[in-house]
């Protein structure tokens, strides 16, 4: 996984990643290992997750818009700590039915086995 774009929102930096979202123990993970940084650094707000809907892409938000050499640190860090996560993409599902493609063959393959008598 790796940080593809950087973005300003009103009072947040967002880092958006390379993938659809961040587990829960690789965003401890990441909070572990960035968050004593970003004291070090004089930064006393923290790190929220988020997903952008639009672009299938997880959020990296930071509490603040710091100064740009700060910001290159930052996304450094984070990029430093999240290089070794995988990649997750979304799921096409059909809107209608929320069914995966490969949540209807299981059923056709479990339903074809209860049709045949023993």
Sequence with gaps: MKIVEQKEAWIHTHYIVDSYFITEQERREVTINVEPQLIALGIQYGLDYNIAPSKHRAII??????????????????????????????EQRNVVTNITYADAILKVEHSNTQDQVP
């Excluded at 710091?66 to 996560?85: A, G, M, N, Y």
Aim: with cysteine; hydrophobic share 45%.
């Design 61 to 90: 938000v930071l509490e603040c818009i710091p100064f740009d050499s700060v910001k290159t640190l930052i996304r450094e860090f984070i990029d430093e700590v999240i290089k070794d996560f995988p990649v997750r993409h979304p």
